[in-house]
C-alpha cells in the first residue's frame, strides 16, 4: 500500500514539476506533419475550381477549401493541437474578400485552450528545462504541452520556414517546391535532362529501330535493352512539360504526371540494368545453366516484374505521404548498385582468367571486345549512380533545405543523364548501325573506333 501511496505522489509530482515538453514538442511537430500531407492529399484530389475563389491551402494552422468571394468560411479546429478533445467542436474562420484573396487574418478563439494561466506563462526556455523521464512522463505529456503551448503559439513551435505567418495567400504552384531562392541544385538537373530531350529521345528510339530490325537474330537481352530504352525515352520527353509547367501553366496536375515519370526513372533504370548484368553474368559464370534458361519466357516473366514494382513505386511517389518512402529508393538504389558492380567485376574478372588459362598473353578478339564492352558498363554505372549512391543514405546529416534543394537534385541529375549515355555507349558498341552511314558513326563514336581499329574487325552480336 505503502508502494502505491508513493508511486502516486511521485506521478502527481512528475506532472507538476516545470519540464521541457520537448517529447511533446516532438509530438506535435509530427501530428501537424501528418496533417498538413492530409491537406493537401485531401486538396489535391478534386480539380481547381472554375471562377474567382479564394484557393484552397494549408496555411500552416489549418486546412482551408475553395473560399467564395465576400463570404466567411469556417472550418474545425486542426486536430493536432493538443488539446483537441476540448475543442473538437469548435471551429475557425476566416474571410474571404471580394478579391478572391483571403484576409490577413482568422479567428481562432473557439479553438484557443481554457487554460487561463497561458497568459501569465513565460516562453519556454529549453536551456532551463530538464526532460521527464518518470514513470508518469507520459501521463503527463499533453498536460505539459497543453500549458506551455497555445494557438497563439503553436505556429511559432513548429518546424517552419515561413516569414509570412500563417496568414499567407495561396501561391502559384511552383516546381521548385520550397526551394524558390535555392534553385541551383534543380536548374543544373533540369539543364542535364534538356540533354536526354536533344540527344537521349532520338538515340533511345534508334535503339529500339535497331532492336526491331534484328529481331530474327536477337541477343538474350535484347528485351531488356528495348524495355530500358523505351523507358528512358518516355522519361526523356518530360523536361520541356516541366519547364511549361514551371513558368506557364503552374499545374499541380501537371506537375503530378512529371512526378510520375520520375517514379519511372528512379525504378526501371536500375532494375532493368540489374536484370542485363544477370543475363550476362549467367551466361559467362554459368555458360551451362544459361542454356537451360534461354526461352524467352524468362524474360518476358521478370521484365513483367520489373514493370509491376515500376507503376507501384511511381504511383506510391505521386500520392506522397508514405512514410519515410524515401528510404525505399535509397535501398533499392544501394541494392542495385551493389548487385551491379559485383556483376560487371565479376564478368571482367572470369574473361581475364579464361585469357590467361589459354597460355596466351593476348586475348581473344571477341572475349576481348566483350571484355571492354563489359568495362565501359561498369564505368558507366559507376559515374551515374555512386552520386545517389553517395549522398542519399546521409540525408541526416544535411540540413533539411541543403538536402532537398541541393543534394537530391545533383544527385538525381547523374542518375537521370543516363537516359543519354546509356543508348549511346549500345551504338557506339555497334559495328554497324542501320539508317546511319560508317561516317557518320564514326564522327559520333570517334573515341570507341580508335580502340577498336587495333583489332581485327569481328562481327559478332552486342554483348
Not at 478563439?109 to 501569465?120: A, H, R, V
Not at 495567400?169 to 541544385?185: K, L, N, R, W, Y
Not at 528485351?223 to 512539360?241: H, K, Q, V
Not at 516473366?301 to 511511381?314: D, G, I, K, Q
Request: positive net charge; aromatic residues 12%; charged residues 15%.
Amino acid at each position: 500500500m505503502s508502494r502505491l501511496f508513493l508511486f502516486a505522489a511521485m506521478l502527481i509530482v512528475s506532472c507538476s514539476i516545470e519540464v521541457s515538453p520537448a517529447d511533446s514538442l516532438d509530438k506535435l511537430k509530427e501530428s501537424w506533419k501528418l496533417y498538413m500531407d492530409e491537406c493537401e492529399r485531401n486538396n489535391s484530389r478534386d480539380p481547381p475550381s472554375a471562377g474567382l475563389v479564394c484557393n484552397r491551402l494549408f496555411d500552416n494552422y489549418a486546412c482551408w477549401p475553395d473560399g467564395l468571394p465576400n463570404a466567411t468560411v469556417s472550418v474545425t479546429c486542426p486536430w493536432y493541437l493538443p488539446w483537441h478533445n476540448k475543442v473538437h467542436h469548435g471551429m475557425v474562420y476566416q474571410e474571404c474578400d471580394a478579391s478572391g484573396q483571403w484576409a490577413t487574418m482568422k479567428n481562432t478563439s473557439e479553438c484557443d485552450s481554457n487554460d487561463q494561466s497561458l497568459g501569465k506563462r513565460p516562453r519556454l526556455n529549453k536551456a532551463h528545462l530538464q526532460k521527464n523521464k518518470a514513470n508518469g512522463g507520459s501521463f503527463c505529456s499533453d498536460k505539459i504541452m497543453e500549458r506551455n503551448v497555445s494557438s497563439t503559439t503553436v505556429q511559432t513551435l513548429l518546424p517552419l520556414n515561413t516569414t509570412a505567418g500563417t496568414n499567407a495567400t495561396a501561391e502559384p504552384f511552383s516546381v521548385f517546391d520550397g526551394c524558390d531562392h535555392q534553385v541551383e541544385g534543380i536548374l543544373f538537373d533540369l539543364t542535364l535532362q534538356s540533354i536526354n530531350v536533344i540527344v537521349g529521345i532520338p538515340a533511345n528510339l534508334l535503339v529500339i529501330a535497331i532492336l526491331i530490325r534484328n529481331r530474327k537474330e536477337p541477343t538474350t537481352s535484347d528485351i531488356f535493352l528495348g524495355c530500358l530504352a523505351f523507358m528512358d525515352a518516355y522519361f526523356s520527353a518530360t523536361p520541356p512539360l516541366t519547364f511549361l509547367n514551371l513558368y506557364y501553366w503552374q499545374s499541380k496536375e501537371v506537375w503530378l504526371a512529371v512526378k510520375f515519370s520520375y517514379g519511372v526513372k528512379d525504378t526501371s533504370g536500375p532494375l532493368f540494368l540489374s536484370c542485363i548484368c544477370l543475363d550476362r553474368f549467367v551466361a559467362v559464370i554459368f555458360p551451362v545453366r544459361f542454356g537451360q534458361f534461354k526461352p524467352i519466357i524468362y524474360r518476358l516473366s521478370l521484365s513483367l516484374l520489373v514493370f509491376c514494382l515500376t507503376f507501384a513505386y511511381s504511383a506510391a511517389k505521386t500520392v506522397g505521404g508514405l512514410p519515410n518512402f524515401e528510404k525505399v529508393f535509397t535501398g533499392e538504389m544501394l541494392a542495385a548498385f551493389t548487385w551491379m558492380v559485383l556483376c560487371n567485376v565479376s564478368i571482367l574478372w572470369a574473361l581475364k582468367k579464361s585469357s590467361r588459362a589459354g597460355g596466351k598473353d593476348e586475348m581473344h578478339p571477341m572475349k576481348k571486345k566483350a571484355f571492354k564492352t563489359v568495362l565501359s558498363i561498369l564505368c558507366i554505372i559507376v559515374f551515374n549512380y555512386l552520386p545517389p549512391v553517395a549522398l542519399f543514405p546521409f540525408e541526416d546529416v544535411y540540413s533539411p533545405d541543403v538536402f532537398r534543394c541541393y543534394v537530391q537534385p545533383v544527385g538525381f541529375a547523374f542518375l537521370n543523364i543516363s537516359s543519354t549515355i546509356q543508348p549511346l555507349i549500345y551504338l557506339c558498341r555497334l559495328d554497324k548501325v542501320p539508317f546511319f552511314s560508317d561516317t557518320c558513326l564514326k564522327n559520333c563514336c570517334i573515341c570507341v573506333n580508335a580502340k577498336n581499329n587495333k583489332t581485327p574487325a569481328t562481327q559478332i552480336p552486342p554483348v
